[in-house]
């Protein structure tokens, strides 16, 4: 099956993905050949979740290809307050804009949404499950400032359990050889078993380290990520991890002259204020080539009628998600969608096992 949604960038073929690099480089340097790309189109942006970059880098990025933007940054003070349902919501927006982009706490949201835009539907973080088109501004700075996104050491650091761009990232470089990853995490935060089972599905070599001190010392990349806060069952949960992994001089000076700092931001407090000048660390920049992923994502959905994102082959099902964090818990009226892998029957929202 086939479609003009973005909801999981791992989904893609390297092609696409790398379609995608090449179009936002091509923008990077002429940008003045996009100025009315996008003349007449409406970008909606509906972000059910706080957001500073992916809302206003995507406004942007639409500004910049010489479209326009509507949504709502703060659903109370849509109708969402007034308990309109997604599905009602998604219809309307449908018929306004020729693209959304949406942001919501629950897992499967974007999926869900896609059901019944009629236009396509970016994904652009849907609880603590997965951000592609962070994966997309990672991938682009791996492509501009490593030249490669194959043969990489990546270190993964933080909240591994919650943080839904480590799940994309991981996903997306697994599908690229010979990359290879050292999970860095507490036990409690470490990273969902669904995202094991893809690494080893690809033969993908990866370690598990508590200690950034030690895994820093042989990294291509360092991908630094906030605790979770908002996702975790409570306060003192939170506290207990917060601050257990903090880049600082100290450690950096372990790090390879050749190693990368990314970060998807933003930060609270993991990486000390005085490594923003060291040349290696690349978080700022990483979200500039965000934007330029973003206008390339929109052209490519909104223009190149051979650019289709491919999705598993799902079917409605008798089998219920279970998950309470997935979408299917609070929109009763969505059908049961679900695809197998590797033998077991997964729900077509969230990606958590239900058979
Ligand atoms: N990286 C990222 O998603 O940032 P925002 O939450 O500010 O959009």
Excluded at 158 to 163: A, E, F, I, T, W
Excluded at 169 to 192: D, H, Q, R
Excluded at 232 to 248: G, H, P, R
């Amino acid at each position: 099956m086939f479609d003009k949604n973005l909801i999981d960038l791992s989904v893609m073929s390297t092609e696409q993905i790398d379609k995608i690099i090449r179009k936002a480089k091509k923008i990077m340097q002429s940008p003045a050949d996009y100025r009315h790309a996008c003349d007449g189109k409406i970008l909606a942006t509906l972000f059910y979740e706080p957001s500073t970059r992916t809302q206003m880098s995507f406004q942007t990025a639409m500004l910049k290809l010489g479209g326009r933007t509507i949504g709502f940054d703060n659903p109370m003070n849509s109708s969402v307050s007034k308990g309109e349902s997604l599905k009602d919501t998604i219809t309307i927006v449908g018929e306004y804009a020729d693209i959304i982009a949406i942001r919501h706490p629950v897992e499967g949201t974007a999926a869900a949404a896609s059901l019944y835009a009629g236009v396509p539907v970016i994904n652009c973080g849907d609880g603590g499950h997965l951000h592609p088109t962070q994966t997309l501004a990672d991938i682009i700075t791996l492509s501009c400032e490593k030249g490669r996104l194959d043969n990489l050491r990546v270190g993964v650091c933080g909240d591994l359990l919650n943080g839904r761009t480590v799940h994309s990232l991981i996903k997306t470089l697994a599908k690229y050889p010979n990359n290879s990853f050292v999970l860095i995490s507490t036990k409690e935060l470490s990273v969902p078993l669904y995202v094991i089972d893809i690494l080893e599905k690809n033969g993908c070599k990866y370690e598990i380290s508590h200690s950034l001190a030690d895994a820093i010392t042989d990294l291509d990349v360092l991908y630094m990520t906030r605790i979770q806060r908002e996702r975790f069952a409570s306060e003192e949960d939170y506290q207990a991890q917060k601050n257990v992994f903090v880049l600082d001089k100290e450690k950096l000076d372990k790090a390879r002259e050749d190693m990368i700092i990314l970060h998807p931001l933003p930060r609270v407090n993991e990486i000390t204020v005085d490594i923003d000048d060291d040349p290696r660390a690349l978080y700022f920049k990483q979200a500039q080539y965000g934007m330029y992923g973003r206008m390339a994502l929109i052209l490519l959905l909104l223009q190149d009628d051979e650019f289709f994102v491919e999705n598993r082959p799902f079917v409605v099902s008798n089998h219920h998600c279970n998950n309470p964090k997935c979408i299917t818990q609070q929109e009763p009226y969505l059908p049961n969608l679900s695809y197998e892998k590797l033998g077991m029957v997964m729900c077509g929202y969230c990606d958590k096992r239900i058979d």
